[in-house]
């Protein structure tokens, strides 16, 4: 008998390579249908896959799921029907709606789905000799359904337990396949490195350093006396300009596309605001999340009423930065001279400098 499947190392897999043989005669359970389980299931549903959706009861997900045209099940009925079954639920519900409603309905040899690696990697759910891959988009949920819809799809992130049996890696190539994350590869990785990884470009760069930079810079301008509107546009607004560079670019073909003075400016004074004691500070939230300090803290204090996920969203939005974003949006949805110019730099003169 040939080995199964497995990815070659050093590189990513590829869609081509990917087989969606494993999964078409399973049935797939995606339990919950949030953002990201709505996305996967209709995926999987276009790429040929049989999807059953299980939603806790009155569930206005589960609603939308059969107006969408999915059998919708209890969540102990979805995992006793599942084949594979995937679990799209909050970081902070997977324990223990896995411990009452899935785990006691599983079959021997049922497959176990994540899309990100948090429950596995800091012991929510212990998965046993069980199938159990992850594959995580590189993409919210809502775009991914949107690329996929549109003929496209995203990269992932994919990883097999250690204690799976062996055909487990084919399994999670066909079913990142039909989710539309192979596209751009499908890049091999553990449950923990994605988490790890995942939680830190969070906190320190995407939903934190960025966001309290902003904040920064649109405070110290409005505090000098700019006109709060002229502070948005320049340190909020811009910032998708310059993201849609990078992303289309990189670093380097950003710089060639905008003025020297942007060039030279940014060059010089980024490194004064993060600065040694800046990355020594971002060395310590990864010390946090590596020793699961963040994952504690999350899962104990994420619904407290004063300090919790909610709590504190809605201290935010009482922000100035806040409040001139619900100004000012309205206006500036879907104007396209806002956007990025779909233009080539003047490589030469750009070259000289
Ligand atoms: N959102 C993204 O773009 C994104 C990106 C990458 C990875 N992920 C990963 O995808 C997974 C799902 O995240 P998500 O953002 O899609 O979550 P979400 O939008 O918050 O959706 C959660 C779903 O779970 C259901 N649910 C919540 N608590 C439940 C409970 N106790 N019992 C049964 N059902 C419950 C909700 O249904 P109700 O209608 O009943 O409330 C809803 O359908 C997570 O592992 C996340 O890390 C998400």
Redesign the pocket.
Known sequence: MSNPWQPAPGRPVEEAEASLTPLESRTVAV?????????QALNLKDSGIRVVV???E?????TLARSEGFEVLS?AGAAAAGDVVA?????E??G??YTA?VEPHLAPDTALV???G??VAFGQIDPGSRPCFLA??K??????REAVAGGGGVPGLLAVTDQSPPDTWALCAAYARAVGCLRGGGWPTTFRAECVADQFGEQAVLCGGVIELLQAAFDTLVDRGYDRANAYFECVHELTLITNLLHRHGIDGMRRRISPTAVYGGLTRGPRIIDASVRERMARLLDEIEDGRFAAEFLDKHDHPVTGVRALADKESETGLAAAGRDLQSRLDGLEGLREPDVQPDEESRDER
């Open positions: 339990i919950g249908y949030g953002t990201m389980g709505r996305a299980g939603a806790r009155a569930s206005p997900r589960g969540v679990l799209m639920l909050p970081d519900a997977m223990s709606v409603d994540f899309a990100h948090f429950a995580a988009p993409s919210q949920g809502d775009m991914l």
